[in-house]
């Protein structure tokens, strides 16, 4: 079975700063995606980047971007020039290649100071 | 607009009632799946449905059942044996790849329905 981990519940990063966010998972497949979605105080579950585990080229959306190491198992999302509607709780997930299913992990609340 | 719709955004469940969440879809898409949401927790998948008239369990089916018998709908009846089915609930869709080696296509979700026992 498949595992995500997100070690850090909360972390706080001031406006305009850069943040990282941490997430590991455990996986014997060689064909899987990774995502991180965000949930803002809304609740709505936002697509914010995936990442294909085939590609060794690591993904960019705008201000975001991940650190895959696949060696490593490791899947961190980095913010770049932080703003205040940035603030939400972000969630790693991992999809295998064979199907669809979603195995989440806990969640990190992230604040955004002004 | 496509998207996908939820309701009602709250619900309230007697003792021993069952009560059914609606989720519709208009993005064309196969897959479906349902998730709850606990606090301090991830989210968990209850039940998913890759085809019309098809659908299987997911981590924690019990307590709840499905139907899919048209594309657009997949909805989630929380029946009286969930005993504990304070939460909150989301549906997602997806176009799934088929066959090994399939390209699997993002999951995006709807707005949730907070469900709250009186």
């Known amino acids: 079975a498949q595992t995500v981990t997100q070690s850090q519940p909360e972390m706080s990063v001031q406006e305009a700063e850069t943040v990282t966010l941490s997430c590991t998972y455990d996986t014997s497949e060689s064909n899987y995606y990774l995502f991180w979605y965000k949930q803002p105080p809304s609740r709505q579950m936002i697509l914010v980047i995936r990442q294909e585990a085939y590609k060794q080229q690591n993904a960019t959306e705008n201000r975001f971007s991940v650190n895959f190491q696949k060696a490593a198992k490791s899947f961190s999302l980095k913010i770049s020039d932080s703003q205040l509607g940035d603030t939400a709780m972000y969630f790693c997930a991992f999809m295998r290649g064979a199907n669809s299913k979603l195995t989440f992990g806990k969640g990190i609340t992230l604040s955004v100071r002004p | 607009d496509g998207g996908i719709t939820q309701s009602p955004k709250y619900l309230f469940r007697k003792e021993g009632q069952n009560v059914t969440l609606s989720c519709e879809q208009n993005?064309?898409?196969?897959?479906m799946y349902w998730y709850r949401q606990d606090p301090g927790q991830g989210l968990r998948l209850i039940y998913y449905s890759q085809i019309v008239n098809d659908f299987q369990k997911g981590d924690i089916a019990e307590g709840y059942s499905v139907s899919r018998e048209k594309k657009e709908s997949f909805p989630l009846t929380v029946t009286s044996a969930q005993k504990n089915p304070t939460a909150f609930y989301l549906c997602?869709?997806?176009?799934?790849?088929?066959?090994?080696?399939?390209?699997?296509?993002?999951?995006?979700f709807g707005p949730g329905t907070r469900l709250l026992v009186l």
């Open positions: 997602a869709s997806s176009l799934p790849g088929q066959g090994a080696g399939a390209v699997q296509e993002t999951q995006y």
């Open positions: 993005l064309n898409h196969d897959a």
